[in-house]
């Protein structure tokens, strides 16, 4: 599995638009790009997932170059409720696999 | 919509007991996946299992166990427990080991002292 590298913490205020790039320079060409987000003791919630280019839903949207080798989650307008860690996994296409999760992002967001 | 499903939320066990999690899976998801998170660290993936089956296996001590059952709910076994096994437990579900989305549950707190 490819590793993934994402800043430790990040803050904003509310109202900006943060973007969190992760890198993956071992990723393969079955790979898929996955974020998940977590509150404090609760369990992970995905929030989007890509393979290359843009891809975009009601909560985030998801930025892939065309070399694969990073990506960067994009969450507009911030709000109080948005501080959490964010992590960026890469996925193999099959099914059954397990989410490996490394060092996450700890966004904290001010009023 | 249902959720996943644990119990107990939590769970106070002394060193060499034993305790049982529980996980109810989204209904008609087959796949069950099995995390642990310590204090201020990563989930890590223990185990999984599809259609009854064990599908992966990650770094779970020899003195925990699981299966999944007809119904699809899970069960996680964990003996002669720990200090270090103080941990958030949660289980997440899928729809025929979709890799992408998994939908955890609100997870076991386990203390064991």
């Known amino acids: 599995l490819a590793k993934t590298t994402q800043p430790i913490s990040m803050d904003s205020y509310e109202g900006q638009e943060v973007n969190i790039t992760c890198s993956h320079n071992n990723i393969a060409t079955n790979d898929y790009i996955t974020w998940y987000q977590q509150f404090p003791s609760q369990g992970p919630r995905f929030i989007i997932q890509?393979?290359?280019t843009k891809v975009t839903n009601e909560v985030a949207s998801l930025f892939i170059p065309a070399d694969r080798k990073s990506s960067t989650l994009s969450l507009p307008r911030v709000s109080l409720s948005d501080t959490a860690v964010y992590y960026c996994?890469?996925?193999?296409?099959?099914?059954?696999?397990?989410?490996?999760f490394g060092t996450g992002t700890r966004l904290l967001v001010s009023p | 919509a249902a959720g996943v499903i644990q119990s107990p939320r939590h769970l106070i066990k002394e060193k060499r007991e034993t305790a049982t999690l529980k996980c109810y899976p989204i209904?008609?998801?087959?796949?069950v996946y099995w995390y642990q998170q310590g204090p201020g660290q990563d989930p890590q993936f223990l185990i999984s299992?599809?259609?009854?089956?064990?599908?992966d296996k990650g770094s779970i001590p020899d003195r925990f166990s699981a299966q999944q059952f007809s119904d699809y709910h899970s069960e996680l076994n964990m003996s002669s427990l720990e200090l270090g096994d103080s941990a958030l437990y949660f289980c997440a579900s899928s729809l025929r080991g979709d890799p992408y989305e998994q939908y955890f549950g609100p997870g076991t707190r386990l203390t064991v002292t």
């Open positions: 209904p008609r998801h087959d796949t």
């Open positions: 996994l890469v996925v193999p296409e099959r099914g059954f696999q397990k989410l490996v």
């Open positions: 890509g393979y290359k």
């Open positions: 299992f599809y259609e009854k089956m064990q599908s």
